[in-house]
């Protein structure tokens, strides 16, 4: 089992950056694939990226893109999203997530869906003001 806890969260201006981290505790962290969604009130999660088990590869939604970067540190059971050019648009709660590796692709739909993933943070709110 895999306890997730998110930070980083907070107010930035649009144009701003901030850093979101997730902390995971349990063992074997890098057996799982990593994913990072949001959602905003009366929407469903959205997908904003995954990471594999090594962070050698990376998936990300179109909206983010280039402004966004997703990272893993195994040894600190931590993984990171960087986020750049933050727009107004990108106001949420951010949430982590974990789901075992099941030999499929980081890239493919099965790892861009929430329902997907077994473990969960509690998320942390951005809030980018324009």
């Known amino acids: 089992q895999v306890q997730l806890v998110d930070s980083g969260g907070g107010l930035v201006q649009a144009g701003g950056s901030l850093r979101l981290s997730c902390a995971a505790s349990?063992?074997?962290?890098?057996?799982?694939?990593m994913g990072w969604f949001r959602q905003d009130p009366g929407k469903e999660r959205e997908f904003v990226g995954a990471?594999?088990?090594?962070?050698?590869?990376?998936d990300y939604a179109d909206s983010v893109k280039g402004r966004f970067t997703i990272s893993r540190d195994n040894a600190a059971n931590t993984v990171y999203l960087q986020m750049s050019s933050l727009k107004p648009e990108d106001t949420a709660v951010y949430y982590c997530?974990?789901?075992?590796?099941?030999?499929?692709?980081?890239?493919?739909?099965?790892?861009?869906?929430?329902?997907?993933?077994?473990?969960w943070g509690q998320g942390t709110q951005v809030t980018v003001s324009s």
């Open positions: 990471i594999s088990r090594s962070g050698s590869t990376t």
């Open positions: 997530a974990a789901e075992p590796d099941h030999g499929i692709n980081v890239g493919t739909y099965y790892y861009r869906t929430a329902e997907n993933y077994v473990y």
């Open positions: 349990g063992r074997a962290f890098s057996r799982y694939i």
